[in-house]
């Protein structure tokens, strides 16, 4: 005989006589099912915290596992996953992990079946526990989100004028990102508005520098800027583009201590500086708001730029950007 679920109409009925302190027979007779079916909705349904049956409740929790019922991982064997979970916990995104996974032969999988694996361990796809025998891997992602959610929209800001030359009189081959030599620079904030680091990321190979600042004079990012650029052939010198905050006041002095041209972004057009700003972004992960940077070592600030030079993206073929680096410097 064909098995078919319990109906809402039934486990109304399966609460009234429960009122009444009917035994499961009575409500197995009645119902025209077998006791044991009957016992076990009234096991599965009854909260430790208090001794009552909800029909609603129940019927709602039956068909949220109905829908689960049979489904396969959503990540397809066991060394895929290791794979997954191992690369989140070392904070690379699930779209780095996907196609790096490809680039070294390990399987394929979609960046959206990495999110879906991630919230599907939580009940209701992140609205309620974590599931037994699972682990909570939110946290590994760049957001942190509790659950998935649609983008914002940013707020109006106040414009201010650009202290250099503009954005648009920069060479046009720069946003092209075809060749090397072409940075972003900004500064990562420390708390209480205390001295920060300073940050350089390419634009073609997406190598990343993160420099701690002495001060928050625009004399020590400048100091801090030429230390790095300095160290490297002039090949990778052509031109740098900062927002226009009063720590890059400097630019002349970088100008001519480099020989690197510089640019600003229009005010509050962080969009012009995206790849600075996103990598930002991943400097955080390490090193969150409120973080103290006088109290974080150079020791510490060199792995973590290692961390973040060591991580594939996807616009370069989910090569890393020291390995992007290394094949353009030997071009």
């Known amino acids: 005989m064909k098995y078919h679920h319990l109906t809402i109409e039934e486990r109304e009925k399966i609460q009234l006589m429960w009122w009444k302190r009917e035994p499961i027979r009575a409500m197995a007779l009645e119902l025209n099912r077998s006791p044991s079916s009957i016992s076990r909705e009234l096991r ?3 909260p430790q915290q208090r001794n009552e049956y909800t029909p609603r409740l129940a019927h709602e929790k039956a068909l949220v596992n109905r829908k689960r019922r049979g489904r396969e991982d959503r990540l397809k064997n066991n060394i895929i996953r290791k794979y997954v979970v191992d690369h989140l916990k070392e904070g690379w995104s699930p779209e780095q992990i996907s196609g790096r996974m490809k680039r070294d032969n390990i399987g394929k999988i979609s960046h959206e079946a990495i999110y879906q694996y991630v919230y599907v361990q939580i009940h209701r796809d992140g609205y309620g526990y974590l599931r037994p025998g699972c682990e909570d891997l939110r946290s590994c992602l760049r957001r942190k989100k509790k659950r998935r959610t649609p983008k914002g929209m940013r707020r109006c800001q106040r414009m201010l004028k650009p202290k250099g030359l503009s954005i648009d009189e920069r060479p046009l081959v720069v946003a092209e990102k075809k060749r090397i ?3 972003e620079g900004d500064t990562v ?11 350089l990321l390419e634009r073609m190979t997406g190598m990343f520098f993160v420099t701690k600042l002495e001060s928050k004079t625009s004399s020590a990012t400048s100091s801090a800027i030429v230390s790095r650029l300095n160290q490297l052939p002039d090949k990778v010198k052509c031109t740098i583009t900062f927002d226009n905050g009063s720590e890059n006041s400097g630019w002349r002095t970088i100008e001519e201590a480099t020989g690197v041209k510089t640019f600003f972004a229009h005010p509050y057009h962080s969009w012009e500086r995206g ?11 390490y090193f969150p708001k409120k973080t103290d940077f006088s109290m974080i070592s150079e020791e510490t600030i060199k792995e973590v730029e290692f961390l973040l030079n060591s991580r594939p993206r996807k616009r370069l073929g989910y090569l890393t950007p020291l390995e992007a680096w290394g094949v353009a410097l030997d071009d």
């Open 275 to 285: 790849a600075n700003e996103n990598t930002n972004g991943l400097l955080r992960e």
């Open 189 to 199: 904030e420390s708390m209480d508005h205390k001295p920060g680091v300073n940050t």
């Open 181 to 183: 030599g072409d940075w």
């Open 44 to 46: 599965k349904n009854f």
